[in-house]
Protein backbone atom coordinates (compact mmCIF):
# COMPACT_ATOMS: atom_id res chain seq x y z
CA UNK A 1 0.00 0.00 0.00
CA UNK A 2 1.58 3.75 -1.42
CA UNK A 3 1.37 6.39 1.32
CA UNK A 4 -1.49 7.94 -0.45
CA UNK A 5 -3.40 4.77 0.52
CA UNK A 6 -4.82 1.55 -1.05
CA UNK A 7 -5.56 2.05 -4.30
CA UNK A 8 -8.37 -0.04 -6.26
CA UNK A 9 -8.04 -0.77 -9.92
CA UNK A 10 -11.36 -1.18 -11.71
CA UNK A 11 -10.52 -3.27 -15.06
CA UNK A 12 -12.78 -2.47 -18.03
CA UNK A 13 -16.05 -1.77 -16.98
CA UNK A 14 -16.90 -0.88 -20.45
CA UNK A 15 -16.30 -4.36 -21.70
CA UNK A 16 -16.14 -6.59 -18.51
CA UNK A 17 -19.10 -5.74 -16.03
CA UNK A 18 -21.99 -8.81 -16.51
CA UNK A 19 -24.19 -9.85 -13.92
CA UNK A 20 -23.46 -6.89 -11.28
CA UNK A 21 -19.78 -8.00 -11.29
CA UNK A 22 -19.12 -3.70 -10.48
CA UNK A 23 -20.65 -4.39 -7.38
CA UNK A 24 -17.35 -6.42 -6.06
CA UNK A 25 -15.27 -3.28 -6.58
CA UNK A 26 -18.35 -1.43 -4.57
CA UNK A 27 -17.94 -4.58 -1.63
CA UNK A 28 -14.15 -4.17 -1.56
CA UNK A 29 -13.79 -0.27 -1.06
CA UNK A 30 -16.98 -0.19 1.51
CA UNK A 31 -15.28 -2.92 3.60
CA UNK A 32 -11.84 -0.87 3.33
CA UNK A 33 -13.69 2.58 4.28
CA UNK A 34 -15.49 0.45 7.48
CA UNK A 35 -11.88 -0.53 8.59
CA UNK A 36 -10.74 3.53 8.14
CA UNK A 37 -8.42 2.35 5.39
CA UNK A 38 -7.91 4.95 3.28
CA UNK A 39 -8.66 3.76 -0.52
CA UNK A 40 -8.70 5.38 -4.40
CA UNK A 41 -10.90 3.34 -6.54
CA UNK A 42 -9.55 4.17 -9.92
CA UNK A 43 -12.25 2.87 -13.10
CA UNK A 44 -9.81 2.27 -15.94
CA UNK A 45 -11.79 2.26 -19.57
CA UNK A 46 -10.38 -0.13 -22.49
CA UNK A 47 -9.50 3.07 -24.03
CA UNK A 48 -6.98 3.79 -20.98
CA UNK A 49 -3.52 2.40 -19.86
CA UNK A 50 -3.79 0.13 -17.08
CA UNK A 51 -1.95 1.74 -13.77
CA UNK A 52 0.82 -0.73 -12.24
CA UNK A 53 0.52 1.05 -9.19
CA UNK A 54 -2.62 -0.61 -8.28
CA UNK A 55 -2.81 -2.57 -4.59
CA UNK A 56 -6.15 -5.01 -6.04
CA UNK A 57 -7.02 -4.94 -9.55
CA UNK A 58 -10.64 -6.42 -10.20
CA UNK A 59 -12.06 -8.04 -13.50
CA UNK A 60 -15.94 -9.04 -14.34
CA UNK A 61 -17.20 -10.83 -16.83
CA UNK A 62 -18.57 -9.99 -20.34
CA UNK A 63 -19.71 -11.52 -23.27
CA UNK A 64 -17.82 -13.29 -26.13
CA UNK A 65 -16.65 -10.28 -28.21
CA UNK A 66 -16.40 -7.97 -25.39
CA UNK A 67 -14.06 -10.24 -23.70
CA UNK A 68 -11.66 -10.87 -26.97
CA UNK A 69 -11.25 -7.31 -27.56
CA UNK A 70 -10.59 -7.06 -23.55
CA UNK A 71 -7.72 -9.81 -23.81
CA UNK A 72 -6.17 -8.12 -27.37
CA UNK A 73 -5.83 -4.87 -25.15
CA UNK A 74 -4.11 -6.46 -21.88
CA UNK A 75 -1.89 -8.30 -23.80
CA UNK A 76 -1.12 -5.15 -25.65
CA UNK A 77 -1.15 -2.66 -23.15
CA UNK A 78 1.12 -5.11 -20.35
CA UNK A 79 0.21 -3.19 -17.57
CA UNK A 80 -1.77 -6.01 -15.64
CA UNK A 81 0.43 -8.35 -16.11
CA UNK A 82 3.40 -5.96 -14.61
CA UNK A 83 1.01 -5.26 -11.78
CA UNK A 84 1.60 -9.15 -11.26
CA UNK A 85 4.90 -9.35 -10.90
CA UNK A 86 4.75 -6.57 -9.02
CA UNK A 87 2.85 -8.71 -6.33
CA UNK A 88 -0.56 -6.93 -7.36
CA UNK A 89 -3.64 -8.72 -5.77
CA UNK A 90 -5.62 -9.83 -8.77
CA UNK A 91 -9.50 -10.90 -8.53
CA UNK A 92 -11.22 -11.88 -11.94
CA UNK A 93 -14.60 -13.25 -12.55
CA UNK A 94 -16.13 -15.49 -15.46
CA UNK A 95 -14.62 -13.66 -19.33
CA UNK A 96 -11.80 -12.33 -16.67
CA UNK A 97 -11.39 -15.43 -14.95
CA UNK A 98 -10.33 -17.20 -18.71
CA UNK A 99 -8.44 -13.82 -19.97
CA UNK A 100 -5.99 -14.72 -17.04
CA UNK A 101 -5.45 -18.25 -18.31
CA UNK A 102 -3.15 -19.51 -21.18
CA UNK A 103 -5.90 -19.39 -23.66
CA UNK A 104 -10.10 -19.57 -24.09
CA UNK A 105 -11.97 -19.89 -27.20
CA UNK A 106 -13.34 -16.71 -28.54
CA UNK A 107 -16.27 -15.22 -30.24
CA UNK A 108 -14.81 -16.55 -33.93
CA UNK A 109 -14.37 -19.90 -32.23
CA UNK A 110 -10.55 -19.36 -32.41
CA UNK A 111 -7.87 -20.04 -29.86
CA UNK A 112 -7.33 -17.05 -28.09
CA UNK A 113 -3.89 -16.21 -26.08
CA UNK A 114 -4.55 -15.28 -22.28
CA UNK A 115 -2.19 -13.25 -20.13
CA UNK A 116 -1.04 -16.43 -18.70
CA UNK A 117 -1.12 -15.26 -15.23
CA UNK A 118 -3.26 -18.62 -13.85
CA UNK A 119 -2.11 -22.07 -15.32
CA UNK A 120 -5.41 -22.77 -16.56
CA UNK A 121 -6.55 -23.34 -20.02
CA UNK A 122 -10.68 -22.94 -21.37
CA UNK A 123 -12.41 -24.18 -23.77
CA UNK A 124 -15.69 -23.87 -24.71
CA UNK A 125 -18.44 -26.95 -23.47
CA UNK A 126 -20.27 -28.86 -25.97
CA UNK A 127 -23.52 -29.92 -23.35
CA UNK A 128 -25.76 -27.54 -21.32
CA UNK A 129 -24.71 -24.00 -20.65
CA UNK A 130 -23.71 -23.96 -16.51
CA UNK A 131 -26.47 -21.71 -15.43
CA UNK A 132 -27.29 -21.74 -11.75
CA UNK A 133 -26.47 -21.41 -7.86
CA UNK A 134 -23.66 -22.90 -6.97
CA UNK A 135 -22.31 -23.99 -3.43
CA UNK A 136 -18.94 -24.93 -2.39
CA UNK A 137 -15.99 -25.25 -0.13
CA UNK A 138 -13.11 -22.56 -0.21
CA UNK A 139 -9.60 -24.01 -0.28
CA UNK A 140 -8.95 -25.03 3.07
CA UNK A 141 -5.58 -23.08 3.37
CA UNK A 142 -7.27 -20.03 2.25
CA UNK A 143 -9.78 -20.09 5.95
CA UNK A 144 -12.65 -19.02 4.57
CA UNK A 145 -16.24 -19.79 4.34
CA UNK A 146 -18.49 -21.58 2.07
CA UNK A 147 -18.87 -20.33 -1.42
CA UNK A 148 -21.62 -18.94 -2.72
CA UNK A 149 -22.27 -17.60 -5.83
CA UNK A 150 -24.28 -17.56 -9.35
CA UNK A 151 -22.77 -19.28 -13.00
CA UNK A 152 -23.73 -18.58 -16.38
CA UNK A 153 -20.77 -19.70 -18.59
CA UNK A 154 -20.86 -22.12 -21.21
CA UNK A 155 -16.63 -22.24 -20.75
CA UNK A 156 -14.85 -25.45 -19.32
CA UNK A 157 -11.49 -24.57 -17.55
CA UNK A 158 -8.72 -26.94 -16.88
CA UNK A 159 -6.30 -26.51 -14.43
CA UNK A 160 -3.05 -27.09 -14.93
CA UNK A 161 -0.23 -28.21 -12.24
CA UNK A 162 0.53 -25.16 -10.43
CA UNK A 163 -2.90 -23.62 -9.96
CA UNK A 164 -4.77 -24.91 -6.85
CA UNK A 165 -8.75 -25.06 -7.19
CA UNK A 166 -10.43 -22.22 -5.36
CA UNK A 167 -13.24 -23.76 -3.88
CA UNK A 168 -15.04 -27.71 -4.40
CA UNK A 169 -18.31 -27.46 -5.61
CA UNK A 170 -21.37 -28.98 -3.53
CA UNK A 171 -23.61 -27.89 -5.61
CA UNK A 172 -23.20 -26.68 -9.21
CA UNK A 173 -20.72 -27.70 -12.19
CA UNK A 174 -17.69 -24.53 -10.99
CA UNK A 175 -15.06 -24.82 -13.90
CA UNK A 176 -17.40 -27.71 -15.91
CA UNK A 177 -14.65 -30.30 -15.86
CA UNK A 178 -16.84 -32.65 -13.84
CA UNK A 179 -14.02 -32.90 -11.64
CA UNK A 180 -16.23 -30.82 -8.73
CA UNK A 181 -13.46 -27.85 -8.97
CA UNK A 182 -14.60 -24.18 -8.85
CA UNK A 183 -12.11 -21.31 -10.29
CA UNK A 184 -8.29 -21.52 -9.33
CA UNK A 185 -5.89 -19.51 -7.78
CA UNK A 186 -2.46 -18.79 -6.79
CA UNK A 187 -0.52 -16.53 -4.19
CA UNK A 188 -1.92 -13.43 -5.42
CA UNK A 189 -4.16 -14.16 -8.60
CA UNK A 190 -7.85 -15.68 -8.15
CA UNK A 191 -10.35 -16.59 -10.59
CA UNK A 192 -13.37 -17.85 -10.48
CA UNK A 193 -17.05 -18.36 -12.20
CA UNK A 194 -19.45 -16.86 -9.56
CA UNK A 195 -20.91 -13.96 -9.90
CA UNK A 196 -23.33 -12.10 -7.34
CA UNK A 197 -21.68 -10.46 -6.72
CA UNK A 198 -19.96 -12.69 -5.63
CA UNK A 199 -17.98 -10.42 -3.37
CA UNK A 200 -21.24 -9.01 -1.90
CA UNK A 201 -22.26 -12.68 -1.00
CA UNK A 202 -19.20 -13.86 0.29
CA UNK A 203 -17.38 -10.89 2.02
CA UNK A 204 -14.78 -12.86 3.77
CA UNK A 205 -12.98 -13.09 0.36
CA UNK A 206 -12.99 -9.24 -0.22
CA UNK A 207 -11.39 -9.35 3.10
CA UNK A 208 -8.91 -11.69 2.43
CA UNK A 209 -8.00 -9.34 -0.54
CA UNK A 210 -7.57 -6.64 1.87
CA UNK A 211 -5.17 -8.55 4.09
CA UNK A 212 -2.91 -9.84 1.19
CA UNK A 213 -2.89 -6.38 -0.18
CA UNK A 214 -2.20 -4.72 3.49
CA UNK A 215 -0.04 -7.74 4.43
CA UNK A 216 -1.67 -8.57 7.69
CA UNK A 217 -3.17 -11.29 9.27
CA UNK A 218 -5.94 -9.63 10.41
CA UNK A 219 -8.34 -6.74 10.38
CA UNK A 220 -10.64 -4.52 12.65
CA UNK A 221 -14.10 -6.14 12.52
CA UNK A 222 -16.88 -4.39 11.05
CA UNK A 223 -20.83 -4.95 10.59
CA UNK A 224 -21.93 -8.03 8.65
CA UNK A 225 -25.39 -8.00 9.45
CA UNK A 226 -26.55 -7.19 5.57
CA UNK A 227 -24.00 -9.85 4.63
CA UNK A 228 -24.81 -12.59 6.55
CA UNK A 229 -28.34 -12.01 5.70
CA UNK A 230 -27.83 -12.19 2.19
CA UNK A 231 -25.33 -15.33 2.19
CA UNK A 232 -28.18 -17.28 4.44
CA UNK A 233 -30.72 -15.86 1.67
CA UNK A 234 -28.83 -17.84 -1.27
CA UNK A 235 -27.37 -20.44 0.58
CA UNK A 236 -30.79 -21.69 1.44
CA UNK A 237 -32.11 -21.21 -2.15
CA UNK A 238 -29.32 -23.59 -3.29
CA UNK A 239 -30.01 -26.31 -1.53
CA UNK A 240 -33.98 -26.11 -1.49
CA UNK A 241 -35.05 -29.23 -3.89
CA UNK A 242 -35.99 -27.99 -7.19
Known sequence: MSNNGLRLVWVYPDLLSTYGDQGNALVVERRARQRGLDVQRVDVRSDQPIPTSGDIYLIGGGEDRPQRLASERLRRDGG????????????????????????????????????????????????????????????????????????????????????????????????????????????????????????????????????????????????DRWYEALRAERIASATQPA
Open 80 to 223: LSRAASNGAIIFSVCAGYQILGHEFINDLGEREPGLGLLDVVSTRGEGARCVGDVLGDIDPNLGLPPLTGFENHQGITHLGPTARPFARTRIGRGNGTGDGTEGAYNDTVFGTYMHGPVLARNPLIADHLLKLALDVNALPPCD
